[in-house]
């Protein structure tokens, strides 16, 4: 079992609808919980991060952590084309540990 | 401007050639790391560094070899490649401390034939 889970995709959603991503594990030490957006070609580069569990909002972007379920999510209101891209989630237990990703969820929004 | 750069972009090589990818940070960071990117394995670290002349292996370390010279610098080097390091490969650096950001060079798309 990966120590991370999360369904690749694609997911393909009309622009406007509320995006849903999502991303399971299994190591309770982890206590920071961050999202990645990544486009074609490019590096990822930080969208969300969260410490412990509760919720962060950021404009149009929601960070969600159940820690008691193990369940992390990232909601996007309104999407737009620009959205388009591969969400990875990442987490940590802090300081030096080492950063474990999520394989990446590739989102399409289509105008 | 904050960045972390990377070079080559793009490098397309025989086996067993020696090649080297070069990493540059300039946020003064102390922990740095190698990742390479495969479809449907998703992000996997190579090496990692907490400073200089500090160097540990990541998860898929076999075929690599890093340096920590300066803080700025993280080479990484592949002594003999073979085909199966073809790859998208990252280099990243971070402060190291609690909920800090990670920052990723543009990558580097090496084929080896």
């Known amino acids: 079992q990966k120590e991370v889970e999360q369904d690749p995709g694609p997911l393909s959603v009309p622009e406007g609808a509320i995006v849903s991503l999502n991303c399971t594990y299994s190591n309770s030490a982890f206590q920071y919980f961050m999202w990645y957006r990544q486009y074609s070609r490019k590096g990822p580069e930080l969208l969300m991060y969260?410490?412990?569990?509760g919720n962060k909002e950021d404009g149009r972007f929601t960070a969600q952590v159940d820690k008691s379920s193990k369940y992390i999510s990232l909601f996007i209101r309104d999407s737009q084309p620009s959205d388009s891209a591969t969400y990875l989630c990442?987490?940590?237990?802090?300081?030096?540990?080492?950063?474990?990703f999520g394989i990446g969820t590739k989102l399409q929004v289509i105008p | 401007e904050a960045q972390v750069t990377q070079n080559p972009r793009y490098l397309i090589t025989v086996t067993g050639k020696k090649l080297t990818v070069t990493c540059s940070q300039n946020?003064?960071?102390?922990?740095m790391s190698w990742y390479r990117q495969d479809p449907g394995l998703g992000l996997r670290q190579i090496y990692y560094s907490m400073n200089v002349e500090v160097t540990d292996k990541g998860d898929v370390p076999e075929g690599y070899k890093v340096s920590r010279k300066e803080k700025r610098n993280f080479p990484l080097i592949l002594e003999s490649p073979s085909p199966n390091q073809t790859s998208l490969y990252f280099c990243?650096?971070?402060?190291?401390?609690?909920?800090?950001?990670?920052?990723f060079g543009p990558g580097t798309r090496l084929t080896v034939l």
């Open positions: 990442a987490m940590n237990s802090g300081g030096y540990q080492k950063v474990t």
């Open positions: 946020m003064n960071h102390e922990y």
């Open positions: 969260t410490y412990s569990s």
């Open positions: 990243a650096s971070r402060k190291g401390l609690d909920g800090d950001t990670q920052y």
